[in-house]
């Protein structure tokens, strides 16, 4: 009777190992999914902060190309000049910042989404499977918004700085009011490319913040400030 006993005890700590550990597993793989939301949400915020970086600096290099043209002359002119070089290399760096953080931010996506899909055939519930299809398929339609936006905005921003770069080559070899007369028609394109570029960031901005009002968890959008929509004190206008 005493072995009985024993055995039904061994017997029964051993199924109760076995069921903690398949808890803990289950507990592991939730906290994993957890994670990776959150390695995606902050992937999509180090986007939006790039992006409104170009969107400054992008505009920055503007008003000192305006700057320089409206210059009389003389020590004026050549310091405005060199202000003019900073902010243009300034945002061509920035250029670069942003593409860098475009492929953690895909990888971390197809990583999220690739869990997700992989946890709906577990479901058990058909009603809660069909749910939670319906909202990965928000999270990807909204997710996938950003990256329409800003594929359109990374090139468009990137030719911008092309044609800004040539236009302070330009102007480093002769730096008159006879050559500013000269690259005003070069200047008003280097404007309209401007103004495409400022609606372009904008828009990839206001897709950024749409992802992360609808499926950041909700702890995160409590304990964080909201981020921002870009000034409108960046745009961009025609000089008069």
């Not at 999914?33 to 600096?57: A, N």
Request: with cysteine; charged share 25%.
């Amino acid at each position: 009777m005493n072995q009985v006993w024993k055995f039904g005890r061994s017997a029964g700590f051993a199924l109760g190992l076995a069921l903690a550990s398949t808890a803990c597993a289950s507990d592991k793989k939730q906290a994993a999914s957890i994670k990776q939301l959150d390695d995606l949400l902050g992937r999509v915020e180090r986007v939006h902060l790039e992006t409104e970086l170009c969107h400054q600096r992008a505009g920055a290099a503007l008003e000192a190309l305006q700057v320089v043209l409206k210059s009389p002359g003389g020590e004026d002119l050549a310091t405005n000049f060199a202000e003019l070089q900073g902010t243009a290399r300034a945002s061509e760096d920035q250029s670069y910042r942003l593409r860098a953080a475009t492929g953690p931010l895909k990888a971390s996506a197809e990583a999220h989404f690739g869990r997700w899909t992989d946890d709906l055939a577990k479901f058990g519930s058909p009603a809660l499977r069909q749910k939670s299809q319906e909202r990965m398929d928000a999270a990807r339609a909204s997710f996938d918004a950003i990256l329409a936006e800003l594929a359109p905005a990374q090139s468009a921003l990137e030719v911008y700085n092309k044609s800004l770069k040539d236009v302070t080559l330009f102007l480093a070899n002769d730096l008159s009011s006879q050559s500013l007369t000269l690259i005003e028609g070069d200047v008003h394109g280097l404007v309209d490319q401007a103004m495409g570029v400022d609606q372009k960031l904008k828009d990839t901005l206001a897709a950024c913040r749409g992802y992360v009002r609808t499926h950041a968890p909700a702890a995160s959008l409590a304990g964080s400030p909201e981020v921002q929509p870009a000034a409108d004190s960046g745009a961009v206008s025609k000089p008069r």
